[in-house]
């Protein structure tokens, strides 16, 4: 078995590892740290928790251990993806490089800029930094790379799926062309195929397991659930989530709860402590001070679950989580290795449970071909429950159309009451839509009206016709006296009149009584025309006479 001792490290850095109490190299340590010790560039494939940070960070300390760092060139340079993963690489350096003279800055979104040009305005051994905040520094003319003879990417692949790839190309442009590269990645895309063909010079290619493989120590199982109704399904969603949590009972020390959107991990993070769980929130939207301080509470044993978006899926190197729970089933298929690589790390035994619904087959069937195994399936806590409660419900007694209430537009689907016959008008009573202001006018019961006068005529009528004389010959017939419409009305019977609207209606029946009570005008007669020459005759016949 191959020790520490026997990889040509510089002895200040095997006294560091002693002291952190390590003595047997992984696999993927064993393998990449010799040929990195050459000078030669490295192509290292291995899943998450298998040490991938030390074997670049011991050979690099070593390598450094000679020369001297000069203001705003830094000597090395290691990407990472995120700032969690920076971080944990800048403390792995502390840890091994502590008896050596050697300077590091970490380069970060989220720290002021002006602390971060004082390191560089110094000289750094070590730049660690995500590729964003590097390229701000350059942009700045704060920092050269002209300088840089090791390079390290860490976690290419992580960096291809959040579009850091044409940033990781200008950095690599920007750096000499003599520079050691050492490259690492758990899967190998084909666009990270085509960078390391492009940038790495005859590479040795290291892979200590196959890739996109999970750790046999980890067991396995998706819950399916499947929602009676789709907008619950969230809200059911968490309730297997605290089911799975409280069945796991004392062997669930600690945990990470991953969700693919950041705006659900705020909300599962809320409903774990609103049932009285012991939840912190962590995702790329928090202040940097805020989730440096939840993630060294989570490490620390201060916080026993925490709820994390991808952001927090590399670079977490916590030894001790017990369990992993997927909230949602990730997307992409090489995120599901990476999450449930947060537990089961350095030879411990650990779980991961993942909560799916039908929507979530297809992501299902593609993490299976990844991993090329098939995943136990559990069946659904909330199963047994849902199906009794359905039971036990009161059947519905439906309404006939007879026995359904009258309801009206306007009482905005309330029930009212019946409304009195007013002689023909649909729905009763006043007008629909008109409130207490109706005029008087439709108010009026047409109807009787046209019965009236459809009725034998009046006595005054009929001795008003017999009286009149007989036709003689040569004479126009008298015409027939019709009843007005008011008088056909005062026969009608009574409508009753709200007392609002009593006032307009008398004038207005006052008005038509009068009008019918008035003498008739007897009819003209039309004038004879006289043309100027009858007159002249008739003035010649009275001169002559």
Same mark, same amino acid.
């Given at each position: 078995m191959t020790n520490f001792s026997d990889l040509e490290l510089d002895p200040k850095v095997l006294q560091a590892i002693s002291e952190a109490g390590y003595e047997t190299p992984t696999p993927i340590q064993a393998q990449a740290i010799p040929p990195a010790l050459q000078g030669r560039d490295v192509l290292g494939i291995a899943q998450t928790g298998t040490g991938k940070t030390a074997s670049f960070t011991l050979p690099m300390i070593t390598m450094l251990a000679k020369g001297r760092a000069r203001a705003r060139m830094p000597r090395s340079l290691v990407l990472a993806p995120t700032r969690e993963l920076a971080a944990q690489v800048s403390e792995n350096f502390e840890t091994y490089a502590k008896h050596a003279k050697l =300077?590091?800055?970490?380069?970060?979104? *989220?720290? =002021?800029?002006?602390?971060?040009?004082?390191?560089?305005?110094? *000289?750094?051994?070590?730049?660690?930094?995500?590729? *964003?905040?590097?390229l701000d520094h350059f942009e700045r003319g704060k920092l050269m790379l002209t300088g840089v003879q090791i390079m390290v990417v860490d976690e290419a692949d992580r960096m291809l799926d959040m579009g850091f790839i044409p940033d990781i190309e200008r950095i690599f442009s920007l750096t000499p062309f003599?520079?050691?590269?050492? #490259? #690492? =990645?758990? @899967?190998?895309?084909?666009?990270?195929?085509?960078? @390391?063909n492009t940038f790495l010079s005859n590479p040795v290619r290291v892979e200590v397991a196959r890739q996109a493989t999970t750790s046999e120590t980890i067991i396995q199982a998706v819950c399916m659930h499947k929602?009676?109704?789709?907008?619950? @399904?969230?809200?059911?969603?968490?309730?297997?989530?605290?089911?799975?949590?409280?069945?796991?009972?004392?062997?669930?020390?600690?945990g990470i709860i991953f969700c693919n959107r950041k705006r659900d991990v705020d909300i599962v993070a809320k409903s774990l402590k609103k049932? %009285?769980?012991?939840?912190?929130?962590?995702?790329?939207?928090?202040?940097?001070?805020?989730?440096?301080?939840?993630?060294?509470?989570f490490r620390d044993g201060d916080l026993k679950l925490l709820v994390a978006s991808d952001v927090a899926a590399r670079g977490?190197?916590?030894?001790?989580?017990?369990?992993?729970?997927?909230?949602?089933?990730?997307?992409?298929?090489?995120?599901?290795?990476?999450?449930?690589?947060?537990?089961?790390? &350095? %030879?411990?035994?650990?779980? +991961?449970?993942?909560i799916a619904v039908p929507a979530d087959e297809k992501h299902l069937a593609k993490i299976e071909e990844l991993v090329k195994i098939e995943i136990p399936k559990i069946d659904s806590p909330l199963k047994t429950e849902a199906r009794p409660e359905k039971a036990k419900a009161a059947p519905v007694k439906e309404e006939t159309p007879k026995e359904k209430p009258a309801r009206s537009r306007s009482s905005g689907g309330k029930k009212s009451a019946p409304r009195e016959d007013n002689g023909g008008r649909r729905g009763g009573g006043r007008p629909t839509g008109l *409130?207490?202001?109706?005029?008087? #006018?439709l108010m009026r019961d047409f109807r009787s009206s046209i019965a009236a006068l459809s009725e034998p005529e009046t006595e005054a009528t009929t001795e008003t016709i017999e009286a009149a004389p007989a036709d003689e010959p040569g004479t126009k017939p008298?015409?027939?006296?019709?009843?007005s419409r008011a008088k056909a009305k005062s026969e009608s019977p009574a409508i009753e009149v709200p007392a609002e609207d009593q006032a307009p209606a008398q004038a207005e029946a006052s008005n038509t009584e009068t009008a019918s009570e008035a003498p008739e005008k007897p009819a003209r007669k039309p004038r004879k025309r006289? =043309?100027?020459? &009858?007159?002249?005759?008739? @003035?010649?016949?009275?001169? +002559? +006479?």
């Open positions: =300077s590091m800055a970490l380069l970060i979104g *989220g720290v =002021s800029f002006k602390d971060q040009d004082r390191l560089i305005d110094r *000289g750094v051994d070590v730049l660690i930094a995500t590729p *964003g905040r590097l003599t520079r050691q590269t050492l #490259f #690492f =990645s758990a @899967t190998m895309a084909p666009e990270i195929t085509r960078i @390391t929602p009676a109704r789709r907008d619950q @399904t969230d809200k059911d969603k968490r309730e297997v989530l605290r089911r799975l949590i409280a069945d796991e009972g004392e062997a669930l020390t600690n049932h %009285g769980l012991d939840a912190d929130p962590i995702h790329g939207d928090l202040d940097q001070s805020l989730r440096t301080k939840i993630l060294s509470g977490l190197d916590i030894p001790n989580v017990s369990h992993v729970f997927n909230y949602d089933v990730p997307i992409h298929a090489e995120d599901y290795v990476h999450r449930i690589g947060r537990t089961g790390r &350095a %030879g411990r035994s650990g779980k +991961a449970f993942t *409130g207490d202001h109706v005029p008087a #006018f008298a015409p027939k006296k019709r009843r006289v =043309s100027a020459k &009858a007159v002249i005759e008739d @003035t010649n016949g009275e001169d +002559a +006479a």
